[in-house]
């Protein structure tokens, strides 16, 4: 698995294309998989293998990396962190719990969004900002919106236990690397990073809390 590794905001994030592994998966990751197709295996083998080499990297505990009653991923003692994939690369945010509270990341292909789907999950401040914008830069923000929307969920889950919908937080972005997500108490304002550079026809996004 060839790794590419970047440092952002005090976190350890890992890229790497999605294939099979050959790598052994520890005993609980097994059975979090249960009877998953192929492709479906390819992906959770690579997400968490990636996460384990960027535990190494950034000189955490790396053992195995569980799954929760949400599906959430349960990190190793004294780490915390993140994994996304799409069905070609997967990418892993991992910090020392001691200076993230906590991670939420996610990668999407922007070519996907559609003008049905950007209608449902963008809250009505956020249409209202859509309806300005050429159709091509609309459903970029859209893209965005949605990614954003989708590392929130799993950013604020272990702090919450709550299950939200894209109505749930409105994001304010004008094109750059930096955005604002909005939601309930206590996260009114969360600064988010967005990247179009670093894994080929995707984006990537991170939200993170210090402690």
């Known amino acids: 698995m060839h790794i590419e590794y970047h440092h952002m905001a005090d976190l350890t994030v890992g890229f790497a294309a999605v294939a099979p592994q050959n790598a052994p998966l520890f005993p609980e990751e097994e059975a979090a998989l249960g009877d998953a197709c192929a492709v479906r295996r390819a992906e959770f083998t690579a997400g968490r293998l990636l996460a384990r080499k ?124 930096q955005f604002t997500l909005h939601a309930q108490p206590p996260f009114e304002c969360v600064a988010g990073i967005i990247r179009f550079d670093i894994v080929p026809g995707h984006l990537f996004t991170l939200l993170c809390i210090l402690p």
């Open 54 to 177: 960027t535990l190494e990297h950034a000189g955490l505990s790396a053992g195995p990396i569980g799954r929760g009653s949400a599906r959430e991923p349960l990190w190793p003692p004294g780490a915390i962190g993140s994994i996304t994939h799409t069905r070609q690369f997967a990418a892993a945010a991992v910090a020392a719990a001691s200076r993230m509270r906590a991670i939420g990341i996610d990668l999407e292909r922007p070519e996907r969004m559609r003008p049905r789907l950007a209608e449902e999950i963008l809250t009505p401040a956020e249409r209202s900002y859509y309806a300005t914008l050429p159709q091509k830069d609309a459903l970029l923000f859209a893209a965005a919106a949605f990614s954003a929307k989708e590392a929130f969920c799993k950013l604020q889950y272990p702090l919450t236990g709550k299950h939200l919908s894209f109505q749930d937080a409105r994001i304010e972005w004008e094109g750059g690397e």
